[in-house]
């Protein structure tokens, strides 16, 4: 089984509720096991063991001080390099829809690079004219069926690699 | 009379109405005069000559190519330093909310704080949960009423800052 | 007077030698003055009450969570708009040249921008072949001279824009 | 075989010297091709062909708006999204450390991703303290001994997946 571990600070209710939606596309390709965790409860190990990484956070002017903290706690993995090569993917949610939404994504995926991930995010669809980014899922003040949808395509996307590059 | 060049590529008739409401926000500033200027009919003394810029571009998964071509060839201004210390800003329009708009505004962010100048946004303020970002003015796929406010609101932010360092 | 706080992760010294090079910068100006805070120390009202802001963090795969933290719990400035329209800058160190010391900088460019201040980095200049950035001041590894002119620079470039906005 | 386009911008030689290295590493993969392309020469057919991208830009404050014209008018593979889970990779170079290279490669993630492509960097390793980001390959001035390794290294990771995918 390859494990994807969603990471995520569930300040806002709609990170959760993303979380949950990608949970759900991780859940539906064969070989993958889905482990949802929110900061307040997620220990470095789990980090360690994963086979691959989907971070979440609220938008607040950029990623959570409380993610942020969690990750540069969680020891020198960026160093010694376990996460290097494995697939990372990333959602956030926030309040307005070009107030740092991107750029809260942008700064998760430069978390997922400094680890050595490969990062993916969605591809163009006629969707995304209503949710989703290059960077990965979103949602902006509620969630609505295209953010769902959305982040269950991420989610499938990112268990689907973990399974091929995991066999 | 500070001068305040808004300089896009109209590819996308989307800019050409977010830069209308940009000029109209700067005409609403006493000592502020808005040049409007399509990339394809600019010429580089207009940018030389110029109090404050306003660059605007669509979200073509980035600033335009023909817009980072005229700049490109608009001469070594970064070099000789002619705009550093006057102030800028932008705005972006395209198709989708969270898929590169935001990205499109860094990109031209980059370039107005690689000219040396000083970079404006927009603060935030209600309106921005429906249109506007801390980088600037946007739009996707129609132009409301929030938007058009929202590039007033930069075009009067900038040419304000750009009469009271011209005096 | 006008009061730039220069706020600052000191984890890694070399943060804290930057934040000396920008004081002395600042310093430089007629009417300037320079506030100069770790943030285990500095509490949410120097905020409040500074004329210009410079951030400094270390690259920690970009802003620390430590300094995050804290100005996520320094209040609501962003959404009261205490800040907008006052000048603020950048400056990062770390152990690599690229290795995400532009992103750190990028981020704390963000942090500014969602205050709603204005943003200023580096001029070009022949020094920046060695040292600095549009985004602001650096250093890799230990301070050069350059980075310390460069870091001068910026201090001085802030104050005198903070001097002029509060006259 | 996976044939890796390297395809890049070659007004500065600098860039020219990158992309060699990068396809060196690239000719180390049992199983994969390199095809190097000046976009004064490329075709849009290679682009379509490709099994895997590499993407180099000289910084001229942000990628050549050359390099963006062609990928404009290379057709619409970001929507038809033929390029959609195929790896990609970026290099650049430029005469300052820290003066927009990063913000150049991330223009060129930026492009990666709007294609829906796996985007690979350069993970830590001791040599990044001299060369190299998370975001690819770099070379500022000269090409050093060091650039060259971080490029042959990118050139070899990204071949290595592009044929595990391909299979």
Redesign the interface.
């Known amino acids: 089984m390859a494990t994807v571990l969603v990471l995520f600070d569930s300040r806002a209710s709609l990170v959760r509720e993303l979380a949950r939606a990608v949970c759900e596309g991780i859940a539906l390709v064969p070989g993958a096991d889905a482990h949802s965790r929110d900061v307040e409860e997620a220990r470095p190990d789990e980090l360690l063991r994963c086979d691959a990484l989907v971070l979440g956070s609220a938008n ?14 969680s020891g020198d993995l ?2 010694s ?1 376990e996460l ?2 494995k ?1 990372g993917a990333a959602f956030a949610a926030g ?9 809260t ?3 998760l ?3 997922i ?4 991930m ?7 669809s006629e969707r ?8 990965g899922a ?1 949602a ?2 509620v969630l609505t069926n295209d953010d769902r949808e959305q982040a269950r395509a991420l989610g499938a996307r990112v268990a689907a ?1 973990a399974v ?2 995991a066999s």
């Open positions: 607040w002017t950029g990623v959570t001080g409380r993610l942020k903290t969690w990750l540069d706690e960026w160093e390099g290097a090569g697939p309040w307005s829809p070009h107030g740092g939404l991107e750029a994504l942008l700064q995926v430069h978390l690079l400094g680890h050595g490969l990062f993916l995010g969605l591809p163009w995304m004219r209503r949710s989703g980014s290059y960077y979103t902006v003040a690699l091929r590059l």
